[in-house]
């Protein structure tokens, strides 16, 4: 086999392994037929209210976490750069805490040096309404507050087609 043959093969090889660690499977992005939103207005770590209905016209995604779940934690720095590269568009993102305290939240987001919105729901009323089967669960709500995708588990959500699909939803203007 000759050098330059090698090289096209290892390269292949390194591509085809890379390529789960980057690509996101949208398949995990179900269509949602659940009705409309359950209820949610919960205060930020700042102390500041967020109600759905504040994001109206924006498309919206919602993800229920833990700093105890690891899947959870993998993907928030994804969440994190998919808000970043949404800055100026009719975009949101809030992630919920799925029952801890702030105590907990600070400095676990501090430790892994995220900047993300978090509402605290340490009594999980909401997020009960929200998460059926476990976490991280996240919703995609559109513009008029219908959830259009529910995703079960981890997601490369800064991926360019998880960042395509999401910008299909945005308003139009």
Known sequence: MTRMRTIHLLGAALLAIASPLTAADLSKLQPWSGGKPPALALKDLN????????????????????????PCVEEMPAFER?????????FALLTVNFGEKP?????????????VPVLVDPGMS?????VKKGLPTTFIIDGDQNIRYQVLGELVWDAPEVEAKIRELLPEG
Not at 103 to 115: A, H, Q
Not at 126 to 130: D, H, K, P, T, Y
């Open 47 to 70: 102390d500041e209210q967020h109600q759905l209905a504040n994001y109206r016209g924006k498309v919206l995604v919602v993800n229920f976490w833990a700093t105890w779940c690891a």
């Open 82 to 90: 998919l808000a970043k590269r949404l800055t100026g568009e009719p």
């Open 126 to 130: 909401v997020s009960r309404l929200w």
């Open 103 to 115: 105590t907990r939240i600070k400095p676990f987001l501090e430790k892994i040096g995220l900047d």
